[in-house]
């Protein structure tokens, strides 16, 4: 069905405004004013997404983002109110008027427009997917399969909390390394562009011949001066077919494939996406979401198209009559010491708390790599840059050696 983007006035007198998915602009009016808003203005929209709808022109670009302390506080909130009672409409009410981000209470609105027309809360959530990840809709699924969305709620903030900590540290950790690299960069611009052609011409005033290695810094300083537009275009081109590549299936496989398996911060992707599925697996079976079923749902709150398959292979083997554990070796992706755990679990009937303890362990030890990446990225980037200027060196002054030790003869 098309969807239509409103606006109009709520019962209180506020703006609304929303996108509805409807057969006709007669029908989507109905349905505003069975859900309580007087529409002003329905036009046919392009998109579902109602991020945007309301705005035109230059507004959304200058309209302040959703950040992540946004959707911490979001989420603790609704745990608090949940947890006291507070039904879920008359809670979102209270938290639109008392946030402080005039992007987030836009879409606060737009969702509690969505719940008055009967959708569910993940459902109405879903509508702003850039916003809400998919793994934090995944886990809204979880809360309302099972009636348990304050503990969700305080799962996801424990969650998020974990997450923007641990971008923060890594963000910390990569400071030096980043400038390093970027420092490594403009000299070699600097270099090829203008150092290395005024040595050229001295070199071609000397009629000598001069060393291979010199040859190749001073052809490829030409190449570079004369083709950079070509090189940047080129550099461009490979990043965005990347893009496209990841964008499909099988790239996806194969990229998330790839980052398990990087020097450095391959550990981290691996123990912080098992981290997700431990989390989410121990709060499915926690809240009594027979195992099959939950493995399915846990599958897509992973976000790792590679450990995403091994997870579905799992629930295949156990609905073909496998044990957890058996399941668990067939799919590759934990380490023995999480095995044994396992076992233990399902022997004692104890899963969901050791899953739980699981989540806890690789949390800790992503947290401990993440706080020793810089010091295993530094030798790396000493190194690099100790070959780079062995290399700048010997190409640029290996000519004026020779030069000298042919005078001396002479």
Known sequence: MPYFAYTGRNNRGEPANGVLESTDQDTCAQQLLSSGITPINIRPSATGDTATAGEWGWQRFFRPQVTDMDLMLFSRQMNTLLKAGVPILRGLSGLKEATQNPTFASMLGEILSDLDSGRELSVAMHRHSGVFSAFY?????????????????????????????????????????????????????????????????????????LPPLTRFLINFSAFTVQFWPLMLASAGALFFSFRLYVNTSTGR?????????????????????????????????????????????????????????????????????????????????????????IAVGEETGELDDLMQEIAEMYDREVEYEVKHLSDRIEPILIVGLGIMVLILALGVFMPLWNLGQTMMHH
């Open 253 to 341: 496989l194969r990229w998330d494939t790839m980052k398990l398996h990087m020097p450095i911060a391959g550990s981290i992707v691996e123990k912080a996406t098992l981290a997700r599925f431990a989390r989410s697996f121990a709060l499915t079976a926690k809240s009594g979401v027979p195992i099959i079923q939950a493995l399915g749902v846990v599958a897509t709150t992973v976000d790792n198209a590679f450990v995403h398959q091994r997870v579905e292979q799992m629930r295949d083997g156990i609905g073909r009559g496998e044990s957890i554990l058996r399941a668990a070796v067939a799919s590759g992706i934990f380490t023995p010491v999480v095995l044994q755990i």
């Open 137 to 209: 809709l995944s886990m809204l699924r979880v809360g309302e399969m099972t009636g348990g969305l304050d503990t969700v709620f305080l799962s996801l903030f424990y969650h998020l909390e974990f997450e923007k900590r641990t971008r923060d540290q890594i963000k910390s950790a990569l400071r030096y390394p980043t400038f390093v690299v970027i420092a490594m960069t403009a000299a070699l611009i600097v270099i090829n562009i203008f150092v290395i052609p005024t040595f050229a011409q001295v070199y071609a005033s000397m009629h000598t011949e």
